[in-house]
């Protein structure tokens, strides 16, 4: 009989950046290649992952050679933004702002450019990830589905996730997964996103025949690359403040 492992506790650190204190989070995680830092593009939290405990035990001599890279990494940071009343989002590229109303067709709606939501101002944050969740699941199923019609394929299953390090992916088991906050960028972005996963249904690669996959599902590629490049970071600021 074979037991899992219990998941190795996340080990909070400081490190000395810019001459402030900063809380970083070391982790130890096997099947990494390499020692590894990351900022989290949105939060700006800080990450080391160590691919062995002896490597473990240095991650933070590791993370302060790394301070430079940290320090410029957290600069480009732009400052949250929380899913309350008061605050614009862009939802499909559109700002749309957020309004509380003390009674409603739903818990959240959108019309003529505002996001209500209903209920107690604690509950806001909540209740609008959850309609942004949704939106963002209706309209990746629509579009997934369509295109993958165009070229004869079926995903087994799409799902939306909360990543900061990729856009959307699809698995061995052609399970599509998309990030929710692509629901706040414009529809030619979100389109390309979605094509490119669904191309890897062929291809699971970046040949020159996964890209010509791509091209036959949407008009253009750069100017989606280009706008992500630019405006992807920003899209990470938008938090569930108290969630």
Not at 124 to 148: G, I, N, Q, T, W
Not at 166 to 193: E, H, K, M, N
Not at 210 to 218: G, T
């Amino acid at each position: 009989m074979f037991f899992k492992s219990k998941p190795e506790p996340v080990r909070r650190e400081l490190l000395k950046i810019d001459g402030q204190m900063l809380e970083v989070k070391v982790r130890l995680n096997p099947r990494a290649r390499r020692m590894i830092v990351k900022v989290h593009p949105g939060t700006g939290e800080v990450s080391i992952t160590a691919p062995s405990r002896r490597a473990l035990a240095v991650a933070l001599d590791f993370a302060q050679r790394e301070t430079a890279w940290i320090s410029g990494q957290l600069a480009k940071v732009p400052g949250p933004v929380a899913l309350v009343p008061g605050a614009t989002i862009p939802f499909r590229g559109v700002p749309h702002e957020i309004r509380a109303s003390a009674k409603g067709p739903a818990p959240v709606w959108r019309a003529d450019g505002i996001i209500w939501v209903r209920g107690r101002e604690a509950h806001a944050p909540r209740r609008v990830l959850d309609f942004l969740k949704r939106e963002a699941r209706a309209l990746f199923e629509e579009r997934a589905l369509a295109l993958a019609a165009r070229i004869n394929v079926k995903p087994s299953r799409i799902t939306v996730r909360d990543t900061a390090s990729r856009w959307g992916s699809c698995s061995s088991t052609r399970s599509l997964s998309f990030s929710w906050r692509l629901i706040l960028a414009p529809d030619f972005v979100l389109d390309y996103v979605v094509a490119h996963e669904v191309a890897h249904l062929h291809e699971m690669n970046h040949s020159p025949r996964f890209w010509a996959h791509v091209r036959s599902l949407v008009d253009d590629l750069d100017a989606p690359q280009d706008w992500l490049k630019q405006n992807g970071r920003a899209l990470q600021r938008y938090v569930a403040a108290g969630c």
